[in-house]
């Protein structure tokens, strides 16, 4: 994904949304949009990047500011929220005719902060993702693929979300599947300490970057090998891409 001018805007408001968790002092929010405005004028921010890379170097320069961590409550309640209903969840899917497309269309639309946010009521959840058009499908292609890989890279994304990346990789054999996780806060991103709380149970490493998604131009050497031995990579939203 490339970026473009409106890029710059989402990116402000994605900083000032940090920033008024950070901080209740209007002064020290504007300070830190104000610093990230400067160091985009300034080309210390490229805008060469993906647009992934562009906004994680944003929130990390506005957290490194307060040395805070604003998301993290945010975080454990979208956990929490999901792991309430983390039994009736795996008998839904355990009902389905195909269990493993059933939990990958559920993590899908866990990919949506809206649905995390929003009541849930596990039923209605899985009727909607296995009953939802999705714009891109290529299960029948991933489940392909995974029928004969040996080795799997599963990129977590958000807290919460990351209940329903647990269902996906115990469908796909937790023995075979190397979680991926952020080494650092970065918004509502799975850290360790998330990947733990949702029980998942296989090999979790981090990328070894700060920043979403993975990008090539941050990972470090070993992440790469790593990326390089899989048979199949899975990952889910925007700066997945």
Not at 111 to 130: E, Q, R, S, T
Not at 173 to 190: C, E, K, N
Request: proline letters at 6%; charged letters at 25%.
């Amino acid at each position: 994904m490339k970026t473009a001018p409106e890029c710059l805007p989402c990116l402000l408001n994605r900083v000032l949304e940090t920033a008024s968790r950070a901080a209740s002092d209007p002064w020290l929010q504007k300070k830190m949009l104000m610093e990230i405005v400067s160091a985009v004028a300034d080309g210390d921010i490229d805008f060469e990047r993906t647009p992934a890379e562009i906004l994680s170097d944003g929130i990390v320069r506005a957290c490194d500011l307060l040395h805070a961590d604003p998301f993290a409550e945010e975080r454990l309640r979208l956990n929490e929220s999901m792991l309430a209903h983390l039994t009736e969840l795996q008998n839904l899917l355990g009902r389905q005719p195909d269990p493993l497309v059933a939990a990958g269309r559920l993590a899908v639309i866990c990919n949506d902060l809206a649905v995390l946010k929003a009541p849930l009521d596990p039923a209605a959840l899985v009727a909607d993702a296995v009953s939802r058009r999705l714009a891109v499908d290529d299960f029948v292609r991933l489940k392909e693929a995974l029928a004969s890989a040996k080795r799997v890279i599963y990129v977590l994304d958000n807290a919460g979300e990351v209940v329903a990346d647990r269902l996906m990789i115990e469908a796909i054999g937790p023995q075979r599947v190397t979680a991926v996780v952020r080494r650092r806060p970065l918004m509502r991103d799975a850290l360790d300490a998330d990947a733990a709380m949702a029980g998942i149970t296989c090999r979790v490493v981090n990328a070894g970057c700060d920043a979403a998604g993975i990008p090539p131009s941050l990972i470090p050497a070993e992440f790469r090998r790593e990326l390089d031995r899989a048979d199949v990579i899975v990952g889910k939203g925007e700066a997945s891409y």
